[in-house]
């Protein structure tokens, strides 16, 4: 019964490949987001989406792509992979966009570029 | 450019007296505030709230002060427990987002509750 899920959990990969995280929510909620924990500590936005549509896009390389299939799913698609992505990814979700909506994590994916 | 910051990366309570964790923040259009408390291999779970209308806000054991003309925010756990350890993020809301839920993150205080 995982509010917000994430697979794989670990990722260990080299420099170059292509990868995907998955992040799957079953509370009915329309927003999703992804953030990004790096080695400082930092836990910072990525993306946000509303219905399937983007609605914050931070400075994010184009290398990483979200892909929302429907609601209940945002994917993180991130191409060429480097050294500097290493870090953990969390997926959140929240009922709707309002700014008091509280976000539900998952637990993340420890993802490693060597 | 760091906007919210938690400078004690870790503290250390006896079980029954209170924690106090910190955090200050720099922007001043930030009118949301909130706590979310972490576990090792688990995500951020959402614990308290506050909003910048008012200076303090309470939940059971849970209470968070606001400082406005500080920049400074604090909660205090009374009485810490042991399943009380865990990392505590404070995190912040820009006014400016309008409708979107952008949260700015401090790095975390490290809550180790002993016996």
């Known amino acids: 019964d995982t509010a917000v899920s994430q697979t794989p959990k670990y990722l260990v990969t080299q420099m170059g490949n292509d990868k995907s995280i998955k992040c799957e929510q079953n509370l009915g909620h329309d927003t999703m987001y992804w953030y990004k924990q790096d080695s400082k500590k930092f836990l910072k936005i990525m993306f946000s989406y509303n219905n399937k549509e983007l609605i914050i896009n931070e400075t994010v390389p184009n290398r990483f792509s979200p892909k929302s299939p429907d609601k209940a799913h945002l994917n993180l698609h991130i191409n060429s992979l480097e050294l500097g992505d290493s870090a953990v990814y969390f997926c959140?979700?929240?009922?709707?966009?309002?700014?008091?909506?509280?976000?539900?994590f998952g637990p993340g994916t420890r993802l490693t570029v060597l | 450019d760091q906007q919210v910051k938690q400078n004690s990366p870790s503290l250390s309570v006896q079980e029954g007296r209170i924690s106090i964790l910190n955090c200050d923040y720099t922007?001043?259009?930030?009118?949301?505030f909130l706590w979310y408390k972490k576990y090792p291999a688990e995500g951020p779970t959402f614990l308290i709230s506050i909003s910048s209308i008012k200076d303090k806000n309470e939940d059971g054991r849970f209470t968070v002060f606001l400082n406005k003309s500080a920049k400074h925010l604090s909660l205090h756990i009374v009485p810490s427990q042991p399943g009380d350890s865990a990392v505590y993020f404070c995190a912040a809301r820009d006014a400016r987002t309008g409708t979107a839920s952008k949260l700015t993150f401090g790095t975390g205080t490290r809550l180790q509750v002993t016996l």
């Open positions: 922007n001043s259009m930030f009118d949301y």
């Open positions: 959140a979700s929240s009922v709707e966009l309002r700014r008091t909506d509280t976000q539900y």
